[in-house]
């Protein structure tokens, strides 16, 4: 069973910076890619934010410029550097996994993700 865990959430002001943080249980595979995806309030879907796929790195238009995704593969770990952060980001941040032969081409697809974490929540005041 594919374990994965989010931390690094909270409330900031508008301009303001956090740090996800995805721990995945056991040994990250290479054959695996991995996103960060988030849920607005009131909305039903999964909004992909940036992903590490076979290629490199994809990110959603609203995030370029503010946002990184990076992996460190010594600690399991897949972190998501959010900074000049607004109001319209606030959501709750997911990470997911799938092989990357699942996902490619479609990195920002929460669909093709079968692994999921249960998310933390970023509030970001005005």
């Known amino acids: 069973q594919e374990q994965l865990t989010e931390s690094g959430g909270g409330s900031v002001e508008a301009g303001g910076s956090l740090r996800l943080s995805c721990v995945v249980a056991?040994?990250?595979?290479?054959?695996?890619?991995m996103g960060w995806f988030r849920q607005a309030p009131g909305e039903e879907r999964r909004q992909g934010v940036a992903?590490?796929?076979?290629?490199?790195?994809t990110y959603a238009d609203f995030v370029k410029g503010r946002f990184t995704i990076s992996k460190d593969s010594a600690k399991n770990t897949l972190y998501l550097d959010m900074n000049n952060l607004k109001p319209e980001d606030t959501a709750k941040y997911y990470c997911?996994?799938?092989?990357?032969?699942?996902?490619?081409?479609?990195?920002?697809?929460?669909?093709?993700?079968?692994?999921w974490g249960q998310g933390t929540q970023v509030s970001v005041s005005s």
């Open positions: 997911a996994k799938d092989l990357c032969s699942a996902v490619a081409g479609a990195e920002l697809q929460g669909a093709r993700y079968g692994y």
């Open positions: 056991g040994y990250i595979s290479n054959r695996y890619c």
């Open positions: 992903a590490i796929g076979s290629n490199g790195f």
